[in-house]
């Protein structure tokens, strides 16, 4: 399995729900990655695990709650979100933190 | 802090012709430098990297120069094609430590039959 999966690929939630998204990968990678990206724009990095530790919260609001149960997954748990928080959330992996990352499909996230 | 230009943000070109992306970064100490190509609707792909012990890299139609003196790096497209349109966006990141990807700001390619 040479790819990064996600689901869903779309959610709509409202401001009260909680909602997961789960990243999983069998490359055996042990970095992985949390971006959000806005239409138009790059993608922007919110969380880094490395080797299944946090390594990087780029100042992320605590609605966003991230998770790493083991090397090959990764999980966003979502609670009380905005609807300016709509965007698509991409998944990444690389081998290590040194190298280069390889992207999920995402997930297109609605918040009404 | 730590800033990666990206020029022109939208390129129109023939298909056939050669198409050229530029991206200038801030931080000295990059040393990755890899490429993504975003369809619509699909996830970024990465499509060529080059590290700076390198000063070009190719891969059939595609290409990546880089100079470290003047902190540019550069992808060339030949030939290029209908499929070849796309978003394209450069990164810089220093390999080792946790690898955060400064990306530009995007280019979007569009190449007509």
């Known amino acids: 399995d040479t790819e990064v999966t996600q689901t869903p690929k779309h959610l709509v939630m409202g401001m009260t729900n909680k909602k997961s998204l789960k990243c999983e990968q069998h490359?055996?990678?042990?970095?992985m990655y949390w971006y959000k990206q806005k239409a138009k724009k790059p993608p922007e990095l919110m969380f880094v695990y490395s080797y299944e530790k946090l390594s990087i919260n780029e100042s992320v609001p605590s609605r966003f709650s991230p998770e790493c149960p083991n090397s090959s997954l990764l999980n966003l748990h979502l609670h009380a979100l905005q609807p300016e928080d709509s965007a698509l959330y991409l998944c990444a992996s690389s081998p290590t933190t040194g190298n280069e990352q390889f992207f999920g499909p995402g997930t297109r996230l609605t918040v009404l | 802090g730590e800033n990666v230009e990206q020029h022109p943000s939208t390129l129109s070109v023939q298909e056939g012709d050669s198409a050229v992306i530029k991206c200038t970064y801030s931080?000295?100490?990059?040393?990755?430098f890899p490429w993504y190509k975003q369809e619509l609707g699909k996830r970024p792909q990465l499509i060529i990297d080059?590290?700076?012990?390198?000063g070009e890299k190719k891969d059939q139609r595609i290409a990546v120069t880089l100079n470290k003196t003047a902190k540019h790096f550069s992808l060339h497209i030949t030939e290029t094609q209908p499929e070849d349109s796309a978003v394209y966006f450069c990164a810089a990141s220093r390999s080792g430590g946790y690898n955060k990807l400064i990306f530009g700001a995007g280019t979007r390619l569009a190449v007509h039959p």
């Open positions: 490359m055996g990678h042990r970095a």
């Open positions: 931080d000295s100490a990059s040393n990755y």
């Open positions: 080059i590290r700076s012990n390198v």
